[in-house]
């Protein structure tokens, strides 16, 4: 083996678990913006409501905070997680 593969075997499973990993700090801090904003509101009705206003309202705005760290953060953790998996032998993938 060339000692460009070694290096390649190495950092691969580190790679992808620090994607996954920011994957979910992005994915967890989406939730954080939601449920920063759903506290503004009065009232548990109103929670609900402003609650399901936001998840439901994402592609309405794509390019907001909230949108951009939801939709990245499930994007890095889903690809990643399944990468890793396929890394372990768990599924095949070609």
């Given at each position: ?5 070694e ?6 499973p580190?790679i992808l678990?620090l ?6 700090c992005l994915l ?7 449920f920063k904003?759903v506290?503004?509101?009065e009232?548990?009705?109103k929670k609900?409501?402003?609650l ?5 309202g994402?592609?309405l705005?794509p390019?907001s ?9 499930g994007l ?7 990468f890793i998996?396929?890394m ?5 993938m070609e």
């Amino acid at each position: 083996m060339r000692e460009t593969d070694e290096v390649f075997i190495i950092l691969l499973p580190i790679i992808l678990v620090l994607i996954f990993i920011t994957g979910i700090c992005l994915l967890g801090y989406g939730i954080y913006l939601i449920f920063k904003k759903v506290n503004e509101e009065e009232g548990l009705n109103k929670k609900i409501e402003a609650l399901v206003a936001n998840i439901f309202g994402l592609h309405l705005d794509p390019f907001s905070r909230i949108s951009v760290a939801i939709l990245l953060g499930g994007l890095l953790s889903l690809s990643s997680f399944f990468f890793i998996l396929n890394m372990f032998g768990y599924i095949e993938m070609e």
